[in-house]
């Protein structure tokens, strides 16, 4: 976890930041390709079928969508359908996504997204700089940008083993 002032990078294609907070571009995108930027609000994700319902919409999920946690990260990880060669999806309030159910269903909401970020992840040669094309913003209160960062490090060992 590397933390700056307006940013813990969980992964280079997560970050944990405050509202008026970022990243530096360079280290969301490629030098070149266009660029697809959803907005979506964690205050719209109470729970597992509102997150499911929220993500389907913002991104266009295919009709097809399974409404369960497989078929969201394939539909999280694919992205294909939406004509771009960079994906940035910023979460706001982010501490709310999925406050409102168990910790397992918050786990697997922010493991899939990881698990998507992780796949759509190159390292760039010679410099050893890792770009992803889909990078996950997770944009909550300052209170909560500890714990939140605090709880993905924890879960992000997990998710390697």
């Known amino acids: 976890m590397k933390e700056e002032t307006s940013a813990i990078h969980i992964a280079p294609w997560m970050h944990v930041i405050t509202p008026g907070g970022g990243v530096p571009l360079d280290e969301l995108l490629s030098v070149s390709g266009s660029v697809y930027v959803a907005r979506l609000s964690g205050q719209d994700m109470p729970d597992e079928v509102s997150a499911f319902q929220h993500f389907s919409e913002v991104l ?29 999806l910023i979460i706001n309030s982010a501490e709310a996504a999925l406050n409102g159910d168990d910790v397992d269903v918050r786990k697997e909401f922010l ?20 770009l992803s094309q889909l990078s996950i913003i997770l944009s909550c209160a300052e209170e909560s940008v500890s714990a939140l960062a605090k709880q993905l490090e924890k879960w992000q060992c997990e998710w390697l083993e």
Do not use: H, M, Q
């Not at 946690?69 to 939406?82: I, K, Q």
């Open 60 to 88: 266009k999920f295919p009709e097809y969508f399974g409404w369960n946690w497989n078929a969201f990260y394939d539909c999280v990880r694919d992205l294909e359908w939406l004509s771009a060669d960079n994906r940035i």
């Open 111 to 130: 493991r899939s997204l990881w698990r998507a970020g992780r796949v759509r992840s190159y390292t760039k040669r010679p410099e050893g700089v890792t």
